[in-house]
């Protein structure tokens, strides 16, 4: 009984192999990325923005304004930290906001 061979997994594995053909030399392959570049330069934007301004925050105000009290200079790197991210979100719902009107109008247009 060990060494009975289940005949249907071969057939599974020999339809998977038929099923995964590579293209044609006449069909063009697709090569698109799959997120766009200014998605990607927005997103390395608030990265940047994320790193430097709350550091750049925090040294900033606590020489300048703080006169060396750290606490306050620290919260109001977080202060700052916050405002990107809430600024990231906002970009990024009103871009998703573009899209859906964009199909909308599309639609409309073509009906």
Do not use: C
């Amino acid at each position: 009984m060990t060494s009975r061979r289940i005949i249907s997994e071969k057939n599974i594995l020999e339809k998977d192999d038929q099923d995964h053909k590579t293209p044609r030399a006449s069909e063009k392959s697709n090569i698109t990325p799959a997120v766009p570049a200014a998605v990607i330069y927005k997103l390395l934007g608030f990265t940047l923005a994320m790193v430097v301004g709350p550091i750049g925050t925090y040294f900033l105000t606590l020489h300048t304004i703080f006169r060396g009290s750290s606490t306050a200079a620290g919260a109001t790197a977080a202060v700052m930290a916050n405002v990107v991210l809430i600024a990231y979100v906002v970009v990024a719902m009103k871009e998703d906001e573009s899209e859906k009107l964009a199909l909308e109008e599309k639609a409309k247009k073509g009906d």
